[in-house]
């Protein structure tokens, strides 16, 4: 019988069925040994630095911006309302996700550089109204 996690038994001193320390008096679970106890090296050589670690978040956060605008625009082309203006990207994007495009945090300064880094995703073209946005065609 599976039970919901919330339901599992525990011990009388608190630890969930099939911790190692179950049966023993204890008041934490431990998976994993200690890094003290496995290594005799400080546990800050072996992390990445701060640069990297920002340069990580970063292309993170410009994965999800990109799929984030990626979706603004398949949800457009759902409804049928056809190609979407650059100036309107911000307010679509804040419509749809309920939070602001922030590019800063991606280190874009502007929406046009971020859109044009992306060429595999999405496309800017020029109309008679402004720079429209799309999705980027699937090359055969």
Do not use: H
Not at 48 to 68: I, S, W
Not at 121 to 136: F, H, M, Q, R
């Amino acid at each position: 019988v599976l039970l919901p996690w919330r339901a599992a038994p525990r011990s009388k001193y608190g630890m969930l069925w099939g911790c190692p320390n179950f049966f023993n008096k204890t008041d934490r679970c431990t998976y994993t040994k200690s890094r003290s106890a496995t290594t005799s090296e400080p546990a800050a050589a072996d992390e990445p630095d701060a640069t990297k670690a920002n340069t990580t978040d970063m292309n993170t956060m410009r994965r999800m911006l990109v799929q984030g605008v990626v979706r603004v625009l398949q949800s457009r082309a759902n409804e049928l309302k056809g190609e979407l203006l650059v100036s309107d990207l911000p307010y679509q994007f804040e419509r749809l996700w309920k939070v602001q495009l922030n590019l800063q945090s991606a280190g874009y300064s502007d929406v046009q550089a971020f859109l044009k880094a992306w060429p595999n995703k999405i496309e800017v073209n020029s109309s008679p109204k402004g720079d429209v946005v799309i999705l980027a065609k699937k090359s055969a």
